[in-house]
């Protein structure tokens, strides 16, 4: 029986995912010809811990895979190859498809190695023309240097089994491959198949076998070296493998599919490299670059199941647990024996801090799932890099407020709905170099994430400095598709706000970006199943922002009890604008279905919640009960109930585990005395009344008219 | 017998569940008929307490009760069997159910006017109802079993809700 080395491929995929995340992030930094040698260091370290992980793991094919990509880092690293724009574009599609080879394991199938191998022979083709093209040039000038490079670096193979007993005569064969690890790269295959069963193992026995790839400038007498000591005691084979054959070998499969191709490529390449100036990028690797990184991710989403932490956060915690225990050891004493009355002040005070304590463990533990929002802007780079080439605009990205912490749950559920916004802000929100300049606008347009904290939410903005929205256009299309008539009147700002309608498209032309509109209702539905908010605000030819309203957190939340009759719900706290009493002489009746409520010069319509829920209210006299005020989706309703209770942090329970989801109720929490109370989702009941945006809209209308016709 | 001595005994019963052939049975009354439910769906029982209602749904669900942390919702089952409603009592009992639906376990919780008892049945006593086809109970019966001279109505319940 083998050890199951399964148990430790989540492990793996996050280390190397994380290491892939590194390594986009330097490559973005790169500059041909400006350079600092740390980061390519950054970069090999980071390919190389994935192909020693992968080749451990048996996944051979990222394992070879990597290895071309490390051979050129390493080339590079070494001076012996000038960094080309061209190589920063290969890595950085090789990282792509590193990302996708490593996702297709971690959901159990088998990667695809098309795109790989033709990289991988784009690496070769790369790695083979060196010797022309460099020799002639830079690098025979360099002596020292050349002497290196010249050195034919050559690759062994060697298999190394050490016997039995070699643990016991106090040989450690990690420092072997320490050793061995000194003289070049190293590759290292673990065979552990001969290890016996748990019950048959001799703890001081050694049944590992060990399969090495050595590339190296290094003679075999070098290897022999270091296995001298122990040659008695294993089995140990060197052989020489010439790795110029290996790549040969993979150009000629390669060129056998896509003959015609590769010479083409070949010819641009080798005028390329001569040339080394990165703008001149040749169209069809260009056309290449977008494509691989406009490529449709794996849509199987694998939420990873850990997550990091900072040992000061758990420290914290652990801090925290502490003083929990010695209040519970105080509340124990306390209740010991009779109870005297003289311990009443006593035990208040220690049920206070039982409080405390419960409230700061909370917030520790709260502590542990929120990371820095960093994680998905950095993203963002390389998006932007990408997009910016393909589209031809010149952009800049700023990024602030990165150290800003969310929740990670919320965290994964956010970034989608940032790329598209990303994606529309750079596609048409922005304008092409000459309309900005014609604008009077510098050339480089912006876009600009930031993340700050308001008070319990967290609030991300997108902003762009190009056209703003194009009301007239917006309008037209609303009209056309019948979301909105000529008549109603609509404001810009309401007008605006319908691209978040569903269905909703200005785009003229189908681009695989975006249109603005395209999906903005699926970014609305998205943002709001996390119980966030969407603004939008526009100015012609200034740019626009969209901000992102969320909770810090999906477990707790905030809220206001509220009773119609017997019922007691909860409407989140977030929700409220505020809540008033009725003056009757401030309401409308609108064709006798629907009341609203003038409220400083805007008009409120009104939901009777036990209507919409069918219940028994205490009062269905406007003025005898409450309205809250709330909003959803940037347009105000007012909620009537009967009474407000107390407001409290509830705890979010799901009531669609055990039962079905339920039209106006976003889940349940359990109050104080055991009860289940239910939360409302103002959205939805504003859904249940009947009263769409548009249907708002056009009470506002109609209210204007009104007022008018009163002047 | 009390909800304690029950739950200690439906434990038990679980615990002894070695023979395949013969399957434990929890029985509960209504309107006089007693019914069985397979005893491995069931977590346990409970006196009935007060539950928050859920807007809009169907009369047969009552609400929705805390189970230790657990939102879990309550059906009557007079009502979902279009029996005559009664009020509830000092006897009426919560059954705590695992059902499976759609290939996701849920806790619900059914009410029922008493529990009866536990027996165990043997696949020979097991007999299939007759042709129920314009009942609209008979996708809940599985089937009829004679004990000491009674009639049991077998339950699946995993369309219930």
């Known amino acids: ?711 | 017998m009390n909800i304690e001595s029950l739950n200690a005994q439906l434990a038990e019963n679980q615990d002894l569940i070695q023979d395949t052939s013969i399957k434990q049975y929890l029985t509960f009354l209504m309107a006089g008929e007693e019914y069985g439910i397979d005893i491995l769906t069931v977590q346990e029982i409970r006196g009935w307490e007060q539950t928050t209602a859920i807007p809009n749904a169907p009369g047969y669900v009552k609400g929705v009760m805390n189970l230790r942390g657990t939102v879990v919702p309550v059906i009557d089952l007079r009502e979902k069997f279009a029996l005559e409603a009664v009020e509830y009592s000092a006897v009426t009992v919560v059954i705590v159910l695992k059902i499976e639906q759609a290939g996701m376990d849920k806790i619900i919780g059914i009410v029922v006017d008493a529990v009866s008892d536990v027996y165990g049945i043997e696949a020979s006593q097991f007999k299939t109802s007759p042709s129920l086809e314009q009942n609209q109970n008979s996708q809940f019966i599985t089937g009829l079993a004679q004990v000491e001279n009674k009639t049991l109505i077998l339950l699946n319940l995993d369309q219930v809700l």
């Open chain 1, 1 to 711: 029986m083998s050890i199951d080395l399964s148990q430790f491929f989540e492990v793996f995929y996050e280390e190397s995912f994380e290491g892939l995340d590194i390594m986009e992030a330097e490559l973005l930094d790169l500059q041909p010809g400006n350079f600092d040698n740390e980061t390519i260091n950054t970069i090999f370290r980071a390919a190389h811990s994935i192909k020693g992980g992968s080749g451990t793991f048996g996944f051979t094919s990222v394992a070879d895979f990597t290895h071309v990509l490390e051979t050129l880092l390493d080339q590079i690293r070494d001076g012996r190859r000038a960094l080309t724009q061209i190589h920063i574009d290969l890595l950085l599609q090789s990282v792509d498809c590193l990302r996708d080879m490593l996702t297709a394991l971690q959901s159990g199938e088998e990667p695809e190695t098309q795109q790989a191998d033709e990289l991988k022979s784009q690496f070769n083709q790369i790695l083979s023309e060196s010797s022309d093209a460099e020799f002639q040039g830079n690098e025979a000038a360099d002596s020292p240097d050349s002497e290196s490079a010249g050195e034919t670096e050559t690759y062994w193979k060697i298999s190394f089994i050490p016997g039995r007993d070699i643990l016991k005569t106090g040989n450690e064969p990690l420092f072997l491959i320490q050793e061995l690890a000194e003289l070049g790269v190293l590759t290292q295959v673990l065979d552990v198949s001969t290890v016996p069963d748990l019950t048959n193992i001799e703890a001081e026995d050694c049944y590992f076998k060990w399969q090495f790839e050595l590339q190296a400038n290094c003679a075999q007498a070098q290897i022999e070296e270091i296995f001298e000591w122990i040659e008695d005691e294993c089995e140990i084979h060197i052989e020489q493998a010439a790795q110029t054959n290996t790549s040969e070998d993979l150009v000629a499969q390669a060129e056998g599919t896509s003959q015609v191709k590769q010479a083409d490529v070949d010819a641009e390449r080798t005028s390329q490299i001569e040339e080394t100036k990165p703008e001149n990028i040749p169209p069809e690797n260009k056309a290449k670059a977008a494509s691989s990184g406009n490529k449709p991710k794996q849509t199987k989403t694998t939420e990873s199941g850990s997550i990091r932490v900072g040992i000061e956060k758990v420290d914290s915690l652990i801090n925290m647990v502490g003083e929990l225990v010695i209040t519970q050891a105080m509340l124990t004493q306390l209740s010991d024996g009779d109870f005297d009355p003289a311990k009443l002040t006593s035990l208040k005070e220690g049920i206070a801090q039982l409080a405390h304590n419960t409230r700061d463990l909370q917030e520790s533990v709260m502590r542990i799932r929120m990371l820095p929002i960093g994680s998905v802007f950095s993203r963002f780079p390389r998006l932007v890099r990408d997009t910016s080439k393909k589209l031809n605009k010149k952009i800049e990205l700023k990024l602030l407020g990165e150290q800003t912490e969310l929740d990670k749950t919320l965290m994964e559920k956010i970034s989608d709905p940032l790329v598209h916004l990303v994606r529309n802000a750079m596609d048409h929100g922005l304008e092409t170099p000459d309309e900005r300049l014609q604008a009077g606008k510098s050339e480089t347009g912006s876009i600009t994430l930031n993340a700050y904290h308001q008070g319990g939410n967290i609030v991300i903005e997108i902003i762009d400095d190009g056209r703003g929205l194009n009301t007239e256009k917006i309008k037209a299309k609303a009209i056309a598709n019948g979301l909105m008539s000529e008549a109603d009147g609509l404001t810009d700002d309401q007008i605006n706000l319908l691209i978040f309608e569903p269905g909703f498209s200005t785009a003229d032309q189908v681009s695989d970006l975006s249109g603005r509109g395209v999906g903005m209702d699926v970014v609305r539905r998205n943002i709001q199943a996390l119980n966030g908010s969407v603004e939008l605000e526009s100015n012609k030819g200034e740019g626009s922002v969209v901000t992102i309203r969320l909770p810090l957190t999906l477990a707790i939340l905030d809220g206001q009890l509220i009773q119609v009759g017997q019922h007691v719900y909860i409407i989140p706290l977030v929700n409220i604008i505020e809540s008033l009493q009725i003056n009757s002489a401030q309401l409308s009746n609108l064709g006798g279905e629907l009341e609203v409520l003038r409220l400083r010069e805007e008009y409120i319509p009104i939901i009777r919640l036990y209507d919409v829920f069918n219940h028994q209210p205490k009062t269905n006299q406007l003025s005898e009960g409450l309205l809250v005020v709330v909003e959803s989706d940037n347009e105000k309703v007012g909620i009537f109930v009967d009474e407000l209770l107390s407001q409290q942090q509830v705890v979010i329970k799901s009531l669609e585990a055990n039962y079905f989801k339920v039209d106006g109720i976003s889940g349940a929490t359990i109050l104080g005395d055991g009860t289940v109370s239910l939360i409302l989702d103002v959205a939805g009941i504003v859904r249940l009344a009947g009263l769409t945006g548009k249907q708002q809209a056009m009470i506002a209308n109609q209210m204007n008219e009104i007022e008018q016709l009163e002047a």
